[in-house]
């Protein structure tokens, strides 16, 4: 019925479907350990960095003579600035889709972390500028007022209260509340003012601070930091990318409507295979045409990439996303990616529990096709608010039959009654998240689908006792 | 697993500031005596290192080169900067600031700041080559230029 690209053979998938359970336990609970230990080192760096900025600091002659309340508030001005300075090049890393982050903790974890730093970020810049103020004024004996006019005609200054308040603007753009109300395009403009914020506040570094005084250390440390924060940008958010979509070169060639406001996107290349692209991954993509150019989509693989085919599946969620289904075959497109940690390899349990709702199946669909499975491992659970909300469901079924994998569908509105991820009906039968899969707890869940639902799913998998390393969760907003 | 890198970090952190902490608690440069004027104990007190630095000068200059010499002005972004020299027996016994940046309060109050931090830099490491102050660097820039032309007037 659909042109669907074929299932490829990776060569790192070396488990054949044949693999005994305890040699693929072993070798999940290897991956597993190894992937967390990897993530708690990455921590421990990111610790690390910060301490050695201040310890550099300590070690520098002038940073032991304090002097009266003065001097203790310029000196903790200053390692609040030297902690700040330091986050923020963490919260690039973490923004720079770097393959071993993706690999080992996710890049929507890592998103998670470099949002939860915003905040802290910006408290400690504040309290670096309000402390500094009142050290200095304290030791000169004027005012807070005198002394932010004094520092505003002192060279450099002002480009670092430019810094401060571009990271106000970059803060503030991004809280919920704000971001909810703000189009994507204005919110992401805003963001990227983040990178003339880090830029503008090296002069005062320069010349106020010392960090950067030739022939000290900390010049030494805080360069590598720069380099390496802006080089992994550089080279994970433009150089891959471009790599790829020169490689690979890209064009639609088909647009394929399968249920009003959802579109199958059929794309050719060449040598996609390559693209190690695993089920349940997705890409950015930008489509090369007049009126889609400026929004990069980031929409999950919906079959796993042949050699010179691929297909994503799309719903119209974002204004953006509504003009893709216009799209002319030819158009050129461009891919970040693939990323995503929704696949077979973060598994950590013998059985497979997928479930998803609407436009949610795309990964999960992607992901029974890509993984090895034994007859009854898989149980797969599919969820549409309406009888046209059932995407892809005829080719999951038909892929679900040739695994040996059981699949059940739930069709209706949710519930109004109370938070449930289930509609009335089920909910009145006594349906739970273990009468469909009664093997839960030795299972991994993976659950897709809009926010608010899969999140009620995940909750009921808690409290069912699933252990937190067996879920596995991809969101959108709806 | 997060507690894990949680406990981690701060127990790292921690070690790593200790470490900080202990090589800013023992200066790289050992100062001699405090006060100013009593050249004798100034030179008797300057380290070994320094010691032999002076001697090999003195080997080339003449032995005993003594009196004040005056460096150029230095001019910094935030005003020039020059110092002058004591000399007793080859030896740098005490450094005045004659200017200091002045550009402004913030400016002035880094120069006071940073002035005997150099100061005692300078009479221990017996040359120009010493550390930059942290939070002034373009003082101690305009220091040390200012320094390293007063020692090459005075010969050592």
Known sequence: ???????????????????????????????????????????????????????????????????????????????????????????????????????????????????????????????????????????????????????????????????????????????????????????????????????????????????????????????????LALGLIAVYRFAVPFVVTVRHRIRVVGVEPIAPGVVSIHLAGRDLDRLGARGGQYGVWRFWTATTWWYAHPVSFSAVPGRDRARITVRDLGAGSSRLGRIRPGAFVSLEGPYGLFTSRARTAPYLALVASGIGITPVRALLEDTDLRPGEATVLLRGSDAQQQYLWRETADLAATTGSRLFAMVGHRARSRATWMPEEDLRRGVTLLSVFPRLLESDLYVCGPRAWSDLVVREARLAGVPEHQIHQERFES | MRARAVVGGIVSSIAVLVIGWQLGGQPAVTAPSQSTTSGSSASGSGSS?????????????????????????????????????????????????????????????ISQQAAPILRQEALAAQSASIQAVSGATFTSEGYTTSLQSAIDKAGL
């Open chain 1, 1 to 227: 019925m659909i042109d669907t690209a074929r299932p490829t053979a990776h060569p790192l998938a070396a488990a054949p479907a044949t693999e005994p359970l305890a040699v693929a336990a072993r070798r999940r609970d290897r991956s597993r350990r190894r992937r967390s230990a990897t993530t708690d080192l990455l921590g421990i760096f990111a610790w690390i960095s910060a301490a050695v900025a201040v310890a550099l600091w300590l070690a520098s002659p002038g940073s032991h003579s304090v002097v009266g309340i003065g001097g203790w508030l310029t000196d903790a001005g200053i390692v609040a600035g030297l902690i700040a300075t330091d986050l923020v090049l963490v919260m690039l890393v973490l923004a720079a889709r770097v393959p071993l982050v993706d690999r080992t903790f996710g890049q929507d974890t890592a998103i998670a972390v470099h949002r939860s730093l915003g905040k802290p970020v910006l408290y400690l810049l504040l309290a670096h500028g309000a402390l500094l103020t009142l050290g200095y004024g304290a030791s000169a004996g004027t005012g807070p007022i005198a002394e932010t006019i004094a520092l505003f005609s002192t060279p450099d200054m002002p480009l670092a209260y430019l810094g401060l308040g571009l990271f106000v603007a970059v803060v503030v753009s991004s809280l919920v509340a704000v971001r909810r109300r703000l189009p994507y395009e204005a919110w992401h403009v805003i963001h990227l003012l983040s990178y003339a914020a880090v830029l503008v506040a090296l002069p005062h570094m320069l010349s106020a601070g010392s960090v950067l005084a030739a022939g000290t250390w900390q010049r030494a440390y805080w360069i590598a930091l720069y380099v």
């Open chain 2, 49 to 109: 290192g320094s010691g032999s630095s002076g001697s090999t000068a003195s080997g080339t200059g003449g032995s005993s080169v003594s009196g004040t010499f005056t460096g150029d002005a230095t001019q910094t972004r935030y005003g020039p900067v020059q110092v002058r020299i004591t000399v007793a027996g080859g030896k740098i016994t005490d450094v005045t600031a004659l200017q200091l940046t002045d550009h402004d309060g913030r400016s002035v109050q």
